[in-house]
Nanobody, 121 residues
Framework: QVQVVESGGGLVQAGDSLRLSCAAS????????MGWFRQAPGKEREFVAG????????NYEDSAKGRFTISRDNAKNTVYLQMNNLKPEDTAVYYC??????????????WGQGTQVTVSS
């Protein structure tokens, strides 16, 4: 059974940092591109960042560029999203997913249950 589990969310103030983690069982993450998505209340889920299986290639949504960094440790079967200089508009449920191509949101198939990130002003 495949399980993808996010952790690291919380309540922070604007300008703070958070690091989200994503661990998987029943799935060898090194075989997959990995991505982070988010969904704010009343909005559709959107792509935030993706990383290829090797960690060499990455892609970011415009608002994440320069503030967020996606990385992976295949030995630990874990993917991370370092988020710096957080803004209230970053408030959302953040989801981790495994897929076929890191920059194509339509190829992600295995999803976690999400972790809440709330940024107060």
């Amino acid at each position: 059974q495949v399980q993808v589990v996010e952790s690291g969310g919380g309540l922070v103030q604007a300008g703070d940092s958070l690091r989200l983690s994503c661990a998987a069982s029943g799935l060898t993450l090194s075989r997959y591109a990995m991505g982070w998505f988010r969904q704010a209340p009343g909005k559709e889920r959107e792509f935030v960042a993706g990383i290829d299986w090797s960690g060499m290639d990455r892609n970011y949504e415009d608002s994440a560029k320069g503030r967020f960094t996606i990385s992976r440790d295949n030995a630990k079967n874990t993917v991370y999203l370092q988020m710096n200089n957080l803004k209230p508009e970053d408030t959302a449920v953040y989801y981790c997913a495994a897929g076929s191509y890191y920059s194509d949101p339509g190829t992600y198939g295995y999803w976690g249950q999400g972790t809440q990130v709330t940024v107060s002003s």
